[in-house]
């Protein structure tokens, strides 16, 4: 061991060196005059950060902040993170429970709303606080289940045969630490019907630390068959601990495959999109669904048009081949599945 430490082998040293993913957590950026700081900004932003941080708080840990380019306002990454002055902008048709989520909760934490598989809330947390989620309006925070209401949650899995997937999701799973996921994970296999585990996550690209040897072979020991959906919107979220985090993933013997959200000068050309399909497959992820944004109450400069959307994806279907061109859906509420667009 004493060997080991001294002579760390090549993807360990790394990891070893770095702050564990819940120091980065609690030393994330919170105050919008410090993320000014950190990132050279222009100080005539701080009004309007301070407006849209009373809305919805700023949170930025700093591997994803190392990939945000210094001194530029109009950064892809930055832009999903900075509140702004527009967040308070009421526009009509834009919600703050635009999925009519309520309706579709079987239990506390589980949502049932597509034949086959159901979604778990594991944690109302998240790592970073994305502008455009429809999350902003809930108080997730203290949203935690407590044991009993975990005991009900895989009561209800169990009692129902036709459900052979458990989606985990949140908030982000994640973002519970993997004594609590292991368990989780550990009750889910006793269910005999179950024969895939999914885990929708950004924590991963936020904080590659995630990424925990314990998590690792949990997962690679799971009799599950294992997808980890995460969520990337721009090729710049890839830097080299991302890709080592998947890539280690995927020797666990997960499917990764990548769902975005299609924003306004974030990732609204082609170029943009195709480089993020191109980088993904890379780093060992297939582009899953581009998802068209939620009418949000606060989010609605980021939206793109439908009819943008459609143009948009018809140029990828012309530069890619067919499995880096991501799915554009939308969801409806009410309806038994994502809604394609094309
Ligand atoms: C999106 C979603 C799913 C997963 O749908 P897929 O099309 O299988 O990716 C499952 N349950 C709920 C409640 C969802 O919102
Ligand atoms: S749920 Fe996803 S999109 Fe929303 S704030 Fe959390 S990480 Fe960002």
Sequence with gaps: ????????????????????????????????RELLEALQLPAELLDGMNQGDQ??????????LSRIEPGNPQDPLLLQVL???????????????????????????????????????????????CRYCFRRHFPYDDNNLSTQ????????LAQDSSIDEVILSGGDPLAVNDKRLLWLINRLEAIPHLQRLRI?????IVIPQRITPELLQGLQQSRLQKVMVVHVNHAQELDTPVRQALKQVQEAGVTLL??????????DDTDTLTKLSKQLFSAGVLPYY????????????FDVPHAEAVALVKGLLELLPGYLVPKLVREDPGHPSKSPLL
């Design 258 to 267: 990548n769902q975005a959200v299609l924003l306004r000068n974030v990732n």
């Design 149 to 156: 209401e975990w005991e009900q949650a895989l009561a209800y």
């Design 55 to 64: 809305l919805f708080p700023l949170r930025v840990p700093y591997p994803y």
């Design 200 to 204: 929708h996550t950004r924590l991963p």
């Design 290 to 301: 581009l998802h068209l944004l939620d009418p949000v109450q606060g989010a609605a400069h």
């Design 83 to 129: 509140p702004s002055l527009q967040e308070t902008r009421q526009v009509p048709g834009y919600l703050t429970d635009p999925l009519q989520e309520q309706q579709a909760i079987a239990h506390p934490g589980v949502l049932h709303k597509y034949h086959g598989r159901v979604l778990l809330i594991v944690s109302g947390a998240c790592a970073i606080n």
């Design 1 to 32: 061991m004493i060997a080991r430490t001294q002579h760390p082998v090549e993807g360990e040293s790394l990891q070893n060196q770095l702050p564990s993913w819940q120091e980065e957590l609690s030393r994330a950026i919170r105050q919008p």
